[in-house]
């Protein structure tokens, strides 16, 4: 069996998910990276996605918006703004979330505001496809 390691999922209000994981699918700023035990030390910004997380008892999907992630041979951190398992996301809520990211886009005013703003449009309407 490959090695674990510790894994959590912090938002302002809670911790979200944490326990011993097999590996993480990071959506960082760059693109996806995965983390399996012993990666390297790595810190990234999170882009709008799917985090997508393999622990010991199952795996998880969450729609995360913004945060960071901090990697560590022993341990994955995330820390983010929102994050929101993907089977909690219903047809209402991810379109009431896509209306507030295209108001974003509406007010970006410089180049990263714009590219964040799509980036997130693109992902919440892919939610929207598989949800319908």
């Not at 510790?6 to 693109?31: I, W, Y």
């Not at 992630?69 to 398992?85: D, G, K, N, R």
């Amino acid at each position: 069996m490959a090695g674990t390691f510790n894994f959590a999922l912090v938002t302002p209000e809670r911790l979200l998910l944490s326990g011993e994981a097999e590996q993480a699918v990071v959506p960082g700023a760059e693109g996806d990276f995965a983390v399996l035990a012993g990666h390297a030390p790595v810190v990234s910004t999170l882009r709008p996605g799917i985090l997508e997380v393999t622990l010991t008892d199952g795996s998880r999907r969450v729609f995360v918006k913004k945060g960071v992630a901090e990697a560590e041979p022993e341990s994955l951190i995330i820390l983010a703004q929102t994050a929101v398992a993907v089977e909690d996301l219903d047809a209402a809520a991810i379109a009431s979330e896509l209306k507030d990211a295209e108001a974003e886009l509406a007010a970006a005013k410089d180049d990263n505001s714009t590219m964040m703003a799509e980036r997130l449009i693109d992902q919440l309407k892919r939610l929207q496809l598989q949800a319908a």
